[in-house]
C-alpha cells in the first residue's frame, strides 16, 4: 500500500488498564488535526456507547465477509471479540491532509506496520502490575474473572513492546499527556511529513 499521503498514521496500542482511552481521548480534545478511527467490532456496546461513534457494531457474519472482501487494514480477536480497521476510510482522511489516530491491540499494530512504512507507533505502559490491578477493578466494568483473564493477557502484551517507537509509561496521567503530545509534534516536523504538507514550500524553495 502506498504510505504517500499528506496526513500522518499514529498507532496506540497498551494492555487494558493502562489509560490508552483516557489519554487518547484528551488528546484528540486538545488537538483537532487529529481524528480517531472508529473501529469495527463484534463485541456488545457498553455503558453508553454508541453506534458509528465509538465503534461500528458488527455481528460476527458480517465481520467475517468483509475480512474475505478485503475490507480491513488489519483486523485481530482481543478477548474473545473481533476489532478491526477499515482501510478505505483511513486512506480518504489521510489523501486529505488529516492524522488518523488508530487506538487498537498490538496484533493489529503489527498488521499496520506491514503496510505503511511511516506509521508512528506508541505503546502506553502502567507503572506496575499492582496498579493495572487497581485501575481495572477500580472502574468496575469487568468481573473478577474477567479481571484475572485481562492480567493474564498483559503479559503477553507487555511482551510486545519492545516492537514499538515510543513507549509512554503512565504512572502520572499530565506527564503521560505531554508525552503523547511531543511524539505527536514531533513527527509532524520530520522531513518526510512536511514535504507532503507543504509541496508549495519546498517546490518554491527547489528542494522536493
Same mark, same amino acid.
Given at each position: ?144 474473572? &474477567?479481571?484475572? %483473564? !485481562? *492480567? =493474564?493477557? @498483559?503479559?503477553?502484551? #507487555?511482551?510486545?513492546?519492545?516492537? $514499538? ?18 511524539? &505527536?509534534?514531533? %513527527? !509532524? *516536523? =520530520?522531513? @518526510?511529513?512536511?514535504? #507532503?504538507?507543504?509541496?508549495?514550500? $519546498? ?6
Amino acid at each position: 500500500m502506498s504510505t504517500q499521503f499528506p496526513g500522518n498514521l499514529f498507532v496506540v496500542a497498551a494492555p487494558s488498564g493502562a489509560g490508552k482511552s483516557s489519554l487518547v481521548n484528551a488528546l484528540l480534545a486538545q488537538d483537532k488535526r487529529i481524528l480517531l478511527s472508529v473501529s469495527c467490532t463484534t463485541r456488545a456496546p457498553r455503558g453508553n456507547e454508541i453506534d458509528g461513534v465509538h465503534y461500528v457494531f458488527l455481528d460476527k457474519a458480517e465481520f467475517e465477509r468483509r475480512i474475505a472482501a478485503g475490507e480491513f487494514l488489519e483486523w485481530a480477536q482481543v478477548h474473545g471479540n473481533l476489532y478491526g480497521t477499515s482501510k478505505r476510510w483511513l486512506q480518504e482522511r489521510m489523501a486529505d491532509g488529516l492524522d488518523v489516530l488508530l487506538e487498537i491491540d498490538w496484533q493489529g499494530a503489527a498488521q499496520v506496520r506491514e503496510q505503511f512504512d511511516n506509521v508512528v507507533s506508541i505503546f502506553i505502559l502502567p507503572p506496575s502490575f499492582d496498579e493495572l490491578r487497581r485501575r481495572l477493578v477500580s472502574r468496575a466494568e469487568d468481573s473478577p474473572d &474477567v479481571i484475572e %483473564q !485481562r *492480567l =493474564r493477557e @498483559a503479559r503477553i502484551e #507487555l511482551a510486545q513492546a519492545k516492537n $514499538f517507537d515510543f513507549i509512554i509509561v503512565n504512572q502520572d496521567f499530565t506527564r503521560a499527556l505531554d508525552d503523547l503530545r511531543q511524539v &505527536v509534534g514531533a %513527527q !509532524r *516536523l =520530520r522531513y @518526510a511529513a512536511q514535504r #507532503l504538507s507543504h509541496p508549495e514550500v $519546498f517546490r518554491a524553495l527547489g528542494i522536493l
